[in-house]
């Protein structure tokens, strides 16, 4: 089983960024695709972004995309989120998975991370 640490969350006025770091222990994340996703208070966790082993192709968010940007080395994820704005405000937690593909639904993950608080202020 593969342990999943996420790090670099932290307070932010809008329209600043922030970037998310996501480490693992027991396995390589570049074996994994890995997905980033957030729950904000009241609301059901949603999916943010994905990038898939292999070939590094990438799937986002409607609310995310042109603002967040996923990408990966060889042992560490990165969420580089732009432009945050309040509703960004969350947990965001990163996820993993064995097989190929960039997959936005949480069922298909199986490795999760404890989650790391982002608060942006106006």
């Known amino acids: 089983q593969m342990q999943l640490v996420e790090s670099g969350g932290g307070l932010v006025q809008a329209g600043n960024s922030l970037r998310l770091v996501c480490t693992a222990s027991?396995?390589?994340?570049?074996?994994?695709?890995v997905g980033w996703f957030r729950q904000a208070p009241g609301k059901e966790r949603e999916f943010v972004a994905a990038?898939?082993?292999?070939?590094?192709s990438t799937n986002y968010g409607d609310s995310v995309k042109g603002r967040f940007t996923v990408a990966r080395d060889a042992a560490t994820v990165y969420l580089q989120m732009d432009s945050l704005q309040l509703e960004d405000t969350a947990i965001y937690y990163c996820?993993?998975?064995?097989?190929?593909?960039?997959?936005?639904?949480?069922?298909?993950?199986?490795?999760w991370g404890q989650g790391t608080q982002v608060t942006v202020s106006s």
């Open positions: 990038i898939s082993k292999y070939d590094d």
């Open positions: 996820a993993s998975r064995w097989p190929w593909g960039a997959q936005s639904r949480e069922d298909q993950y199986d490795d």
């Open positions: 027991g396995s390589t994340l570049s074996s994994h695709t």
